[in-house]
């Protein structure tokens, strides 16, 4: 397998590629003044199985060179190609909020579906979504990060009490903390708007046992982040390690969530940055032995 890296995902290809096995490519993206793009794909991938590697944080910026990287490699004599995406944007958009409004998770699902023989993501945001499969017409594996969360947090933050944003997030926060044997509570959460939350803590929450890890898959505005330490710290807690799957981080949220108060901020390197502390390369290194094997099945858990 040839793994072709949108540039800032060349680490993380180099590091799926250890485990795996394979050669790991630069694309080149070149931005005209005009706001266009060009795309160059390296040199030879006549036959060969294709992994382009990007990063999906801004979909409306990078949808089209995708779109262009992948029906270039095969203008070029690549046999399959497949998309490795660890962050996956649009899935939110699962309905009709509002009339008139674009239903956009299955829009953007068939968009790459045309484009890709197979796809990789890890821990997509999903409402209700409850399998990939029900919206992309090609195979699609989620990387589950659960395990992965788990682990770091046994060794790194042994006394932890972790603590889930709002009751969507329950049945997963529960499952980490079932991993790393350490007890968890949910907070309740109201929102008003993209940048207007409210959540409270239960009253029975014992934040005296333990370091609070703040668990959540997304942080995006940082409201959420924000408004959960405060009421951490108001309740007498510590000051509360934060854990994410995806930093999309968006403005200053990474700098509001550390001014409120928040210990620490860990991410997996879904979307590079600086907060990066847990590797996924290794996870999807197994998605891709079914990809390789051709025994792709539902949605595996892996």
Same mark, same amino acid.
């Given at each position: 397998?040839?793994?072709?890296?949108?540039?800032?995902?060349?680490?993380?290809?180099?590091?799926?590629?250890? @485990?795996?096995?394979?050669?790991?490519?630069?694309?080149?993206?070149?931005?005209?003044?005009?706001?266009?793009?060009? &795309?160059?794909?390296?040199?030879? $991938?006549?036959?060969?199985?294709?992994?382009?590697?990007? +990063?999906? !944080?801004?979909?409306?910026?990078?949808?089209?060179?995708?779109?262009?990287?992948?029906?270039?490699?095969?203008?070029?004599?690549?046999? /399959?190609?497949? =998309?490795?995406?660890?962050?996956?944007?649009?899935?939110? #958009?699962?309905?009709?909020? %509002?009339?008139?409004?674009?239903?956009?998770?299955?829009?953007?699902?068939?968009? =790459?579906?045309?484009?890709?023989?197979? $796809?990789?993501?890890?821990?997509? @945001?999903?409402?209700?979504?409850?399998?990939? +499969?029900?919206?992309?017409? &090609?195979?699609?594996?989620? &990387?589950?990060?659960?395990?992965?969360?788990?682990?770091?947090?046994?060794?790194?933050?042994?006394?932890? &009490?972790?603590?889930?944003?709002?009751?969507?997030? /329950?049945?997963?926060?529960?499952?980490?903390?079932?991993? %790393? !044997?350490?007890?968890?509570?949910?907070?309740?959460?109201? !929102?008003?708007?993209?940048?207007?939350?409210?959540?409270?803590?239960?009253?029975?929450?014992? $934040?005296?046992?333990?370091?609070?890890?703040?668990?959540?898959?997304?942080?995006?505005?940082?409201?959420?982040?924000?408004? %959960?330490?405060?009421?951490?710290?108001?309740?007498?807690?510590?000051?509360?390690?934060?854990?994410?799957?995806?930093?999309?981080?968006?403005?200053?949220?990474?700098?509001?969530?550390?001014?409120?108060?928040?210990?620490?901020?860990?991410?997996?390197?879904?979307?590079?940055?600086?907060? +990066?502390?847990?590797?996924?390369?290794?996870?999807?290194?197994?998605?891709?032995? #079914?990809?390789?094997?051709?025994?792709?099945? #539902?949605?595996? +858990?892996?």
């Amino acid at each position: 397998m040839i793994f072709v890296a949108f540039p800032e995902m060349l680490p993380l290809a180099q590091a799926i590629a250890r @485990h795996f096995g394979g050669t790991v490519l630069a694309l080149n993206w070149h931005h005209f003044p005009d706001g266009e793009s060009l &795309v160059t794909l390296p040199e030879g $991938l006549d036959g060969a199985e294709i992994a382009i590697v990007i +990063n999906l !944080r801004d979909p409306d910026r990078s949808a089209l060179p995708l779109r262009f990287a992948a029906e270039t490699a095969r203008e070029l004599g690549a046999g /399959r190609v497949g =998309l490795i995406a660890p962050y996956l944007g649009y899935m939110r #958009q699962d309905r009709r909020f %509002a009339p008139g409004q674009a239903i956009s998770a299955p829009l953007f699902a068939r968009f =790459l579906g045309e484009s890709f023989d197979w $796809l990789i993501t890890v821990d997509p @945001h999903l409402h209700r979504i409850k399998s990939l +499969n029900e919206v992309f017409s &090609v195979p699609a594996i989620r &990387v589950a990060t659960a395990p992965l969360i788990a682990d770091w947090i046994a060794s790194e933050v042994p006394d932890a &009490v972790l603590i889930g944003p709002d009751n969507e997030s /329950r049945q997963w926060v529960a499952e980490v903390a079932a991993m %790393a !044997r350490r007890p968890f509570e949910v907070l309740d959460k109201q !929102r008003s708007g993209d940048r207007s939350v409210e959540v409270t803590l239960p009253r029975v929450a014992d $934040l005296g046992s333990g370091t609070p890890v703040l668990l959540d898959d997304i942080a995006s505005s940082g409201r959420t982040m924000v408004r %959960a330490v405060d009421r951490v710290l108001a309740a007498g807690g510590r000051a509360p390690v934060c854990v994410l799957i995806h930093a999309v981080l968006a403005g200053s949220a990474f700098e509001d969530i550390l001014t409120a108060g928040a210990a620490r901020i860990v991410t997996t390197d879904t979307i590079p940055h600086a907060s +990066n502390a847990i590797s996924i390369a290794g996870s999807i290194a197994t998605a891709l032995a #079914q990809v390789a094997s051709n025994s792709i099945t #539902q949605e595996p +858990n892996t």
